[in-house]
């Protein structure tokens, strides 16, 4: 082994420990036991901003991305290899979706906890308790049922300009998707003229030993089809 360098002045060192420590832990764990692959699709969000425009008119709280996370959870219904675990060689397709939440904390730390039964919620409700999930977050509260509780996690970057990203799976869950930045462009309109347009990416990374690269091709587009339709449910 080699001998530990000395670091230059005005470097500074940080140990590996406590709650990073963890993470890092079990990022290494996925990475080596899970056949990761991620698809990437972008969709454009007219139609998705028009009905939160609505529901805010109508006094609604509920954001843009409780919206999308309604849509997320309905679409997983039609997707259940999406909604699943996998251990000890076996899949389990799991009734209930109770999806999980990567919130960044100080100190540059991540949990992903569960909300659990977000299936059984409207948008309203949804956003609700993902409220409360993230303060109690922040205030270092949660359960070890909601840590490890998830059967799918959904990790937000749409306030960045990172577009497109490869999650790391929170095993044994074999799916997460990654919510990128948007980027405006501008689009024919039927009648010719030209309009501008906002469009998001989209990421799911899945594991390849529980879902083929078809299906999980195919929820990416359903999503997509759900967010540009503005569908309710």
Do not use: W, Y
């Not at 540059?108 to 409220?131: I, K, M, N, T």
């Amino acid at each position: 082994m080699g001998q530990m360098q000395t670091p230059p002045p005005g470097s500074s060192t940080l140990p590996l420990k406590g709650m990073r420590k963890m993470i890092a832990a079990k990022m290494s764990e996925s990475l080596q036991t899970a056949a990761q692959l991620t698809h990437h699709a972008e969709c454009e969000l007219t139609a998705l901003q028009a009905r939160r425009a609505a529901l805010k008119a109508a006094g609604g709280q509920a954001s843009l991305q409780d919206l999308l996370l309604h849509l997320i959870i309905a679409t997983l219904k039609d997707h259940p290899a999406l909604n699943a675990t996998l251990e000890d060689n076996q899949i389990t397709r799991h009734g209930v979706v109770h999806l999980g939440l990567a919130i960044p904390l100080p100190d540059d730390l991540l949990v992903a906890p569960a909300l659990f039964d977000a299936d059984q919620l409207d948008p309203e409700g949804l956003a609700a308790a993902r409220r409360a999930l993230v303060e109690k977050a922040q205030a270092g509260k949660l359960s070890v049922k909601e840590l490890t509780g998830a059967t799918i996690t959904v990790s937000n970057l749409g306030l960045s300009r990172v577009r497109f990203f490869t999650p790391i799976l929170n095993v044994p869950q074999v799916a997460i998707i990654g919510i990128g930045g948007t980027q405006r462009r501008l689009q024919r309109a039927a009648d010719g003229s030209l309009v501008e347009r906002e469009f998001m990416g989209l990421s799911l990374t899945f594991d390849h030993r529980a879902v083929n690269g078809a299906p999980a091709a195919d929820f990416l587009d359903d999503l997509c089809r759900r967010i540009e339709g503005g569908e309710p449910s």
